[in-house]
């Protein structure tokens, strides 16, 4: 996984997913946190911390459009980034 992940740093307010999109891309988040978001209810549904992860619906085959925002919510999240 070393070989085929990435790493990348988003800022406070930084939208790492959008709801809807087309997923191609898993994420760990190493360090900092992020505020997932839902346009439905609009509202925040949860915090994500370090060790979370997100987008693993986007590696299979046929991967249904995002069902989430997702908003970095602290100074700096760090995230591993593992591209379809």
Partial sequence: ???AARFLVQHRGARVVEEGERGLTFYI???GQAEVYKRVVATKLATLKAG???GEASLGPGAP???ATIVGSSETAELLVLHQ
């Fill in 29 to 31: 988040l190493v360090s």
């Fill in 52 to 54: 979370s992860s997100f």
């Fill in 1 to 3: 996984m070393s070989r």
């Fill in 65 to 67: 459009p995002r069902n």
